[in-house]
């Protein structure tokens, strides 16, 4: 099978012609990655020009990055290669059989969690375009976190009947899950370890061939296709189920009555001597593309692949347990809003509510999946009027911007009973609290902080009644004239 695989490698030569399928978080600073290697000669960037992402074309042709949150180093690299003329962005997928090399990262979301059914509609619509297109000796490369045996099972599948090739004996096919966090794409990309597995061992080679150039410090670590899949969402998980028991945690001490950050440095300070405790941070909810999905990846991958799973019976997953927990911190923070409501005199009906930050992370203009957006459904239910500010979140270019969305604070904090802090941002580190009970216009507002960003003696201070996430130290504290 790999003999002719083999042979149209050596005839292509080195790679030099790269596309990227999917212009987003993960594709755009891949593909000018790739551009920036001296030996690539050109990368495509595959963007389907729709009413929704097309703008994105233009402004990467003219080297401006569609993503507008903090990217150091992201906007002066892509004026880079364009301007070297590496790098284009096309709606024209038939330039796929100019490519030796071709990855996709493309979302995968879940539309209902309970069945454990992933939509795969946009990636199936990815491969079918490289497919259709592709040529002997090329490889292709799914970046796209996806449930274990999708490479070898559908990705193979749908490849194979599109283009009338064979996996393995006329293509490469290989998974390389991206490893990037918001606000440090770049970085992560290039000094992160690289997880990379193909159908068979020609693929995988190929795949090493063409992430190792990228890297920095980070090392091309080489496994099967499937163990690459399970790599990259049981890491998700991990983190998710580490987010979790810190949220359970700050839950355990507000009933308590003590401050969860207290706790956290304690329990962090023990190290040394191989003694660690791993701690991460409590927070409003999590967000994003990934944490909030591969769980049901991981757990979906168990019943595609088959086996059998010796489990506790009756029990709940660890990491689905994991994943309701977080889920609930939005509800948590409407009942925090709620009780310091409650403590000035009023309810969320007919309250108004200030929404501080949109994105599920600080300093970003990344807003899938927000906790905020249960928060405020579930505000506006209750009969609350809900005013939402991000600082980085664009209502002309976001999908997930909500309407009305405003960049105006001072507006949006105009005339609230209550002030809600759902991201970090650095615009809201800096709030000073006389100044936003003035622009609130009421004797005794309300504070509720999510990401730990507010000083709770400060606003308490000033007549604010507080609630924090973890805040069992303050959150039963005194109102104050």
Request: glycine residues 12%.
């Amino acid at each position: 099978m790999t003999e002719n695989l083999a042979t149209l490698i050596q005839k292509r030569g080195p790679i030099r012609k790269v596309g990227v399928f999917g212009m987003g978080y993960v594709g755009i600073p891949a593909a000018a990655l790739f551009a920036d290697v001296p030996h690539i000669e050109h990368v495509y960037g595959f963007q389907r020009n729709s009413p929704s992402s097309g703008y994105k074309i233009t402004m990467l042709n003219r080297g401006e990055s569609p993503l507008k949150g903090e990217e150091p180093g992201l906007e002066e690299l892509l004026g880079k290669v364009v301007g070297a003329g590496k790098f284009s962005c096309t709606s024209d997928f038939a330039k796929v059989a100019e490519c030796d090399a071709v990855t996709l990262a493309i979302q995968t979301p879940f539309l209902d969690k309970k069945d454990l059914l992933p939509d795969f509609t946009p990636l199936i619509e990815g491969l079918r375009n490289v497919g259709r297109h592709l040529t002997p000796g090329t490889l292709v490369v799914l970046e796209s976190t996806i449930t274990p045996g999708t490479t070898a099972g559908m990705a193979r599948e749908i490849l194979e009947a599109e283009s009338g090739l064979v996996a393995g004996k006329d293509f490469g096919l290989a998974h390389a899950p991206e490893r990037v966090m918001v606000g440090r794409l770049l970085k992560n990309i290039r000094e992160h370890d690289r997880i990379v597995g193909g159908i068979d061992d020609l693929s995988t080679a190929r795949a090493v061939e063409l992430y190792a150039p990228v890297l920095t410090t980070g090392e091309v670590i080489p496994m099967t296709a499937t163990a690459a899949e399970v790599t990259k969402t049981a890491e998700n998980t991990f983190r998710d189920l580490q987010i979790a028991a810190v949220n359970q945690l700050a839950l355990y001490c507000e009933a308590m009555g003590i401050n969860v950050y207290d706790v956290r440095a304690g329990v962090a300070s023990l190290e040394g001597e191989g003694i660690t405790r791993a701690i991460l941070w409590p927070g409003a909810g999590v967000g994003g593309h990934c944490l909030t999905k591969d769980t049901y990846h991981l757990e979906r991958g168990v019943q595609v692949l088959g086996g059998d799973l010796d489990y506790p019976p009756g029990r709940e997953s660890l990491y689905t347990l994991a994943r309701g927990i977080n889920d609930f911190m939005p509800e948590h923070m409407l009942h925090l809003t709620e009780s310091a409501l409650a403590q000035t005199g009023k309810t969320l009906k007919d309250s108004t509510i200030a929404l501080l930050g949109w994105a599920f992370i600080n300093d970003s203009d990344d807003a899938r999946n927000t906790p905020a957006e249960p928060f405020r459904d579930a505000a506006l239910a209750a009969g609350a009027e809900v005013r939402v500010h991000d600082p980085w979140v664009d209502p002309m270019t976001s999908p997930d911007a909500p309407p009305g969305i405003s960049r105006d604070l001072d507006g949006v904090l105009s005339g609230a009973d209550a002030v809600v802090v759902f991201a970090g941002h650095k615009e809201y580190r800096g709030l000073v609290p006389s100044e936003v009970r003035r622009l609130c216009g009421c004797e005794q507002p309300a504070i509720v902080d999510g990401r730990n960003v507010v000083d709770p003696d400060a606003w308490i201070g000033v007549g604010f009644a507080y609630r924090g996430i973890g805040r069992g130290d303050k959150n039963r504290h005194a109102l104050r004239e």
